[in-house]
């Protein structure tokens, strides 16, 4: 146990200052390994999935610290999903028995994802503003739902993934600016242009059999 504290302690220590703020070591390790997991994430390769577990981690540790409680849980959930997405893009299958391809959804499914997610935020908005201290648990809980919905979507290959991490990532840079975790709202700018790329090149992908991973 007093090895895990001086751990948490080292990487919750300053690396350096930000625009007046400190910014941890945890932050640092996670801010690259976030980005190496997008660029593996963009080229189908599933390496990216146990990047995004040593990256949630972190950030997990990162945002319970800041009391971002949502997102926080957010991270433990990445994990499981990121080992199952994981197997998934190894030997995950489409209903058809073939193994998954990228591609795009139906409209109805674009539809049930929105829904569901909407349905979503006020649920855990309320959780959150009832059982913990955070100060803003409704735009804590937006992107966390909709990150869940996101990440389901990533780990079945879908194309629409990438739109929801797209909008995702541009609500969370200002969620994060508000909370001072200055590196992170660059990452999450960072990763806004990546989930463009992703988006275009997955499109690309979906639209030409032959060349789909």
Not at 15 to 21: D, E, N
Not at 80 to 98: K, P
Not at 149 to 174: C, D, H, I, P, Y
């Amino acid at each position: 146990m007093d090895t895990l504290r001086l751990i948490f302690g080292h990487l919750l220590s300053p690396a350096f200052t930000l625009w007046g703020s400190p910014v941890t070591w945890a932050e640092v390790c996670a801010f690259g390994l976030g980005l190496w997991m997008v660029e593996r994430n963009i080229r189908v390769h599933p390496w990216g999935w146990p990047l995004a577990i040593a990256s949630s981690a972190l950030y997990a540790l990162l945002f319970a610290d800041s009391r971002l409680y949502g997102e926080a849980g957010l991270q433990g959930f990445f994990i499981l999903v990121s080992i199952w997405g994981w197997r998934q893009w190894l030997r995950g299958t489409e209903a058809s028995g073939r193994p998954l391809r990228v591609r795009a959804m139906s409209w109805q499914g674009r539809a049930a994802a929105a829904l569901i997610t909407l349905a979503a935020w006020p649920a855990l908005a309320l959780l959150l503003s009832r059982n913990t201290d955070s100060d803003v648990p409704w735009l804590d809980a937006l992107p966390t739902v909709a990150s869940i919905t996101g990440q389901w979507l990533l780990a079945r290959k879908r194309v629409e993934a990438w739109a929801v991490w797209v909008a995702v990532n541009l609500f969370s840079v200002g969620l994060f600016m508000h909370k001072a975790l200055w590196l992170t709202a660059v990452l999450y700018a960072l990763f806004a242009v990546l989930s463009v790329a992703g988006w275009l090149a997955w499109r690309r992908l979906a639209a030409a059999p032959h060349l789909r991973p």
